[in-house]
């Protein structure tokens, strides 16, 4: 499969390049040339299937091209190795939860898909790994990364963002895990780190891999856990022609993953988007990866707000959990001394040093 940057300014790639790369060189985002359409036989038995066996037909149809079989299930294997609760919490009204992965969030999910990816791509050579977070992604793709040799992880985020349980344990990873706390807005912080991988991709220098959503390798696997959603309610027996999910938005990923799933054959009536953070209903419609997707749209998937619709008695409504914040445990650093965390101005020259002195042979 063939990966376009949505300005369709620079070439389509292969799966392989579109991650490495993250951003196209016109610094705009990748998506799937084509979006595969799931056999609606798939939905006459998806109620008696697991989730890894869901996670492997909904990856195989992105990757199946590029990665084999195998692999593509040991993959989904290591990302979802826990469990993923659904519960009725009032009449009509459900949760899907997404906070049982090792950080609590529901990044661990498509953090651990990646880096497992990588791990089994990249024949062992040395690789960095970056991410913005404004206080949960850091936490899990730290946690996903750490285990791999020769990967470096630079989890950046700016003062005064991170709660201290996980700032804290941003540093029990080891010296392959280093914090950056910058002087600056969150996006400013994530214009600095864009720029950082647009330099990056023109040299010979090390690898360096953005594992936020705008890396394929992110936004894709979160697909899974909406068709698992619907799964979970078919098992129940429930009516299916009224189904609404809604996904939590804080930096989009959901959303255009909420929308990827609908056009390859997700049968939900409508979809809304829970505003997080700093977003409002502009950064929804402006948001490049959405345009993108609706462009000429045939069937008229929309984006719902809470604020502009209302639930039907009879609709049956799906929330996802994403973060619990009050599961946050602080744990003990290992043996030796703990990593710290290094401070900088908004600079790009600060950051790429930054990521030079740590490639330097030890």
Do not use: W
Request: charged content about 20%; glycine content about 4%; hydrophobic content about 40%.
């Amino acid at each position: 499969m063939l990966y376009i940057p949505v300005n369709e300014q620079t070439p389509a790639v292969g799966l392989h390049e579109a991650v490495m790369r993250g951003i196209a060189p016109d610094a705009s985002l990748y998506l799937p040339e084509s979006l595969p359409t799931i056999p609606r036989a798939f939905f006459n038995n998806i109620s008696a299937m697991s989730l890894p066996e869901i996670g492997y037909v909904v990856a195989n149809m992105f990757f199946g091209s590029d990665i084999q079989s195998a692999k593509i299930k040991e993959l989904v294997e290591q990302a979802i190795n826990f469990e993923i609760p659904f519960e009725e919490t009032e009449p009509n009204r459900f949760t899907l939860d997404l906070t049982q992965g090792p950080t609590n969030n529901y990044n661990d999910i498509s953090a651990r898909f990646m880096a497992s990816y990588i791990d089994i791509t990249r024949k062992n050579e040395p690789t960095n790994v970056i991410v913005v977070t404004s206080d949960n992604v850091g936490n899990a793709v730290a946690d996903a990364f750490a285990g791999l040799n020769d990967v470096n992880t630079f989890v950046v985020y700016p003062t005064g963002y991170l709660s201290d349980c996980r700032r804290s344990n941003l540093l029990d990873y080891g010296s392959q895990v280093i914090p950056i706390e910058v002087a600056a807005s969150f996006h400013e912080c994530q214009n600095l780190v864009r720029d950082v991988l647009l330099s990056h991709q023109n040299n010979n220098e090390r690898p360096l891999l953005t594992a936020n959503s705008v890396n394929i390798a992110i936004l894709l696997p979160r697909v899974i856990y909406f068709f698992y959603a619907y799964a979970r309610l078919a098992a129940l027996d429930r009516p299916l022609d009224k189904v609404v999910i809604a996904t939590p938005t804080e930096n989009l990923g959901n959303a255009t993953a909420a929308v990827i799933a609908s056009k390859m054959g997700l049968p939900v009536k409508r979809f809304m988007a829970i505003l997080t953070n700093d977003l409002d209903a502009s950064d929804i419609t402006n948001e490049s990866r959405l345009r993108a997707l609706m462009k000429n749209n045939p069937n008229h998937i929309d984006l719902e707000l809470p604020s502009e619709t209302t639930i039907a008695d009879d609709e049956i409504v799906i929330t996802l959990k994403t973060d619990d914040p009050n599961r946050c445990t602080f744990k003990p650093h290992p043996k030796g001394h703990p990593q710290k965390v290094t401070h900088i101005a908004l600079s790009a020259m600060a950051l790429n040093r930054i990521i030079n002195e740590h490639n330097k042979p030890q």
